[in-house]
């Protein structure tokens, strides 16, 4: 690796990438060179962050034309003629520079019925849940989900349909269908059946490829598709 | 753009053609082994309420499946508003149906109706 790094990042001022010569390390995550960038080179650039260790979902950005969590991205992994192009997350409108508005994706949370509906009170006693029943097994696939919006980011079926929920909220969505202590099931099988619901996903994979914590949004939409249609039929819930 | 409608009409459909098209692929390979000839394919066909209601059914379920799919492509592709999917979608529907239908009715029974 060479002593500097050539690195293009996406400004909101300009509608243009602006060129940074940046001191190579041995071991520089992408968010190390933004932050390296904004300390040094220029304050005004602006970018999200917080807890710089994969816990957060925060920092997501396109590197190389990719989304990736830029805290957990090593540079050596991702270098491409020792140059890197850095901009802001694909199909989220930007606010500045590298920060997107993420209200978009966290409204379709809330349309996919993302909150989970509890049917018991406190004085209820704990119901047991084994962890190996076929519900509990398929919810928690989709469980470690850190809300980065990556998969949103890499999702064609969100760049060609404004209204479609994306995979993270789906993938939230197939994680409550299958609790068995949730009460609102019908109403998220509703809410993922309509114009935006899972029938819009391509099955492309995107999300699944690039999901930093190894999920596959891609196989909650398909279980989705499964129940919707057991629901169109009347056939019941499992 | 789809709804649950939408997309359990293009499933069934799919389900439909499977079968459908595997018929006429070995039809196909069958009906050329001594040369194509026009006259041995309507020998074949005229008359047969088999033929009828297997091409009948065919080209309902190509015309169904082919309108919803286009819908989507023309949606992602243009960013067309509903009011105009809608009727786009009926217009390739109709289109695909009554050419097909056309050539289901030209094949099995135009010769027997005269």
């Not at chain 1, 978009?104 to 406190?122: I, L, N």
Request: glycine share 8%; charged share 15%; net charge neutral.
């Amino acid at each position: 690796m060479s002593q500097e790094l050539s690195v293009s990042v996406w400004r909101s001022e300009t509608n243009a990438f602006q060129e940074f010569a940046v001191p190579a390390q041995d071991n520089q995550t992408i968010l190390d060179v933004v932050s390296w960038i904004q300390a040094n080179s220029d304050p005004t650039l602006s970018y999200r962050f917080a807890c710089r260790v994969g816990m957060c979902g925060s920092c997501a950005m396109m590197v190389n034309g990719e989304p990736r969590w830029t805290c957990r991205t090593h540079v050596k992994k991702v270098l491409k003629s020792n140059s890197l192009q850095i901009a802001p997350l694909r199909n989220l409108p930007v606010v500045k520079d590298l920060a997107t508005d993420m209200e978009p994706f966290f409204d379709k949370w809330v349309e996919a019925k993302g909150v989970f509906q509890g049917t018991k009170t406190r004085h209820d006693a704990i119901e047991p849940i084994l962890p190996d029943t076929a519900e509990r097994v398929a919810a928690s696939t989709a469980i470690e989900c850190i809300n980065c919006a990556v998969c949103y980011a890499a999702c064609d079926s969100v760049s060609g349909n404004a209204d479609y929920l994306g995979p993270a909220a789906l993938n939230r969505a197939w994680s409550l269908v299958n609790d068995v202590r949730d009460g609102a099931y019908e109403e998220r099988i509703e809410a993922v059946s309509g114009t935006g619901g899972c029938h819009n996903c391509h099955s492309q994979g995107g999300c699944a490829k690039y999901c930093p914590n190894d999920l596959n949004p891609s196989a909650s939409i398909a279980g989705l598709k499964r129940k919707t249609t057991r629901n169109w039929f009347g056939w019941g819930r499992s | 753009m789809l709804t649950t409608r939408l997309y359990m009409l293009q499933r069934l459909t799919a389900l439909i053609m499977a079968p459908l098209v595997l018929g006429h692929l070995a039809v196909m390979i069958y009906a050329v082994q001594g040369g194509l000839d026009a006259a041995e394919i309507l020998g074949r066909t005229q008359g047969s309420v088999l033929w009828m209601l297997f091409y009948g059914a065919f080209v309902a379920a190509v015309a169904t499946h082919a309108a919803i799919g286009v819908r989507v492509v023309a949606f992602e592709t243009f960013g067309l508003s509903k009011s105009v999917l809608t009727p786009l979608t009926w217009l390739i529907f109709i289109l695909l149906l009554s050419l097909g239908l056309r050539a289901v009715y030209a094949v099995t029974l135009s010769g027997v109706l005269g």
